[in-house]
């Protein structure tokens, strides 16, 4: 009789190191895939603060040259000004 019982803690010990076997391997799936994900993650935040420093970058360069037209459209318009009356002092030819 007690030959059964040790067959039966055999047979169940068996069972469980193959479970374990499976846990483990599921487990390590998991860490890989989890490793994987970290190293996605990581090259889109990456790849996101690059885009949003070039956003950042072409929307100050578009202030910059925004502000330098409206300064010479300025210009422009204040030199124009000044020399419209002097237009019909000009000889014509």
């Keep these: ?4 019982g040790f067959v039966s803690v055999k047979i169940q ?12 391997g599921d ?3 998991m860490t890989e895939q989890k490793l994987k994900n970290r190293a996605d ?3 889109r935040q990456q790849k996101t603060k690059y885009y949003q420093k070039v ?3 072409s929307i100050s360069i578009a ?4 502000k330098r037209l409206k300064c010479a459209q300025t210009w422009i318009t ?10 019909p002092l000009l ?3």
Excluded at 78 to 87: E, K, N
């Design 41 to 43: 993650l990581l090259a």
């Design 1 to 4: 009789m007690q030959h059964r």
């Design 55 to 57: 956003k950042y970058t």
């Design 27 to 29: 487990l390590e799936k």
């Design 78 to 87: 204040q030199f124009y000004l000044q020399i419209t009356p002097c237009l």
């Design 91 to 93: 000889p014509s030819r």
């Design 13 to 24: 010990v068996q069972q469980l190191q193959s479970e374990m076997d499976t846990v483990d």
């Design 63 to 66: 202030h910059f040259y925004a």
